[in-house]
């Protein structure tokens, strides 16, 4: 049970927004909006599992012998760059941000998610990163793991189908076939069921299905939920 004081300090620090869900639930950019909304900088703690793997593909192109060690090695050319609205994963102090989207990285990136050690990094690095500032976030663990007192959690969710053809519209610039959709399915599936440990509902995060909402539905309905904090705390 949290104490009276631990409750005040809590108030006290900036407001963290944390969004967890599954692969293509629209985290993200959901995130992103989020944050312009409410003036916030955003962080996208996917960007750091992706930059630690890009930089292992670069010294080890065969990940069936990357460890952990090995990974945190190549990961010390990561660094998280503040900008006006976000924070970027930069890798020897330059974006690489078409090497982080690539399917190089998209198809290893859950073994390194896996690593506990690994998270353990991502976590340290986003909770620096929410210090003196409040941040919308949004990735795994975060509302269990990351920042378990947050005020404002949020799950995620989508029906695997409409996952699917979200992700294809992004990569593919148009609308996919069903044909298209169902192979992306199949994928989708076969991640969420690599990344199940990392991507636990908080028990008092707002569950958000976004299947039949508009993107600018869920974000006013985060939105909301952080204005609601703000004039609490």
């Known amino acids: 049970m949290t104490s009276p004081v631990s409750a005040s300090v809590e108030r006290r620090r900036p407001l963290v927004v944390a969004i967890d869900g599954p692969a293509a639930s629209g ?5 992103k909006w989020v944050a312009r909304e409410l003036g916030f900088r955003h962080v996208d703690s996917g960007a750091l599992y ?9 010294r080890e192109p065969d990940s069936a012998r990357w460890t952990a060690a090995s990974v945190l090695e190549a990961a010390r ?3 998280l760059v503040p900008t006006e609205s976000t924070f970027a994963a930069h890798i020897d102090g330059a974006s690489v941000e078409p090497e ?6 998209t198809s290893r990136v859950s073994q390194v998610a896996r690593m506990p050690e690994v998270r353990a990094w991502v976590n340290d690095m986003v909770r620096g990163a929410s210090e003196g500032h409040p941040i919308v976030v949004d990735g795994r663990d975060m509302g269990t793991a990351v920042f378990p007192q947050a005020r404002v959690k949020i799950f995620l969710i989508a029906d695997p189908w409409e996952r699917a053809r979200r992700r294809l519209v ?3 610039e148009r609308q996919p076939t069903e044909a298209e959709i169902a192979e992306e399915v199949d994928a989708l599936v076969h991640r969420d069921a690599k990344d199940e440990a990392q991507t636990q509902r908080a028990e008092d995060a707002m569950l958000i299905d976004t299947t039949y909402l508009t993107q600018e539905e869920q974000v006013g309905r985060i939105v909301a939920l952080a204005r609601q904090a ?3 705390g």
């Not at 985290?27 to 995130?31: G, P």
């Not at 992706?50 to 670069?58: D, F, G």
């Not at 982080?100 to 990285?105: A, E, F, P, T, W």
Request: hydrophobic letters at 45%; one cysteine or more; aromatic letters at 0%.
């Open 77 to 79: 050319a990561v660094t």
């Open 170 to 172: 992004e990569r593919l």
């Open 27 to 31: 985290k993200s950019s959901t995130a």
């Open 230 to 232: 703000m004039r609490v």
């Open 100 to 105: 982080l989207r690539g399917q190089s990285v």
């Open 50 to 58: 992706r930059a630690a793997t890009a930089c292992a593909l670069r």
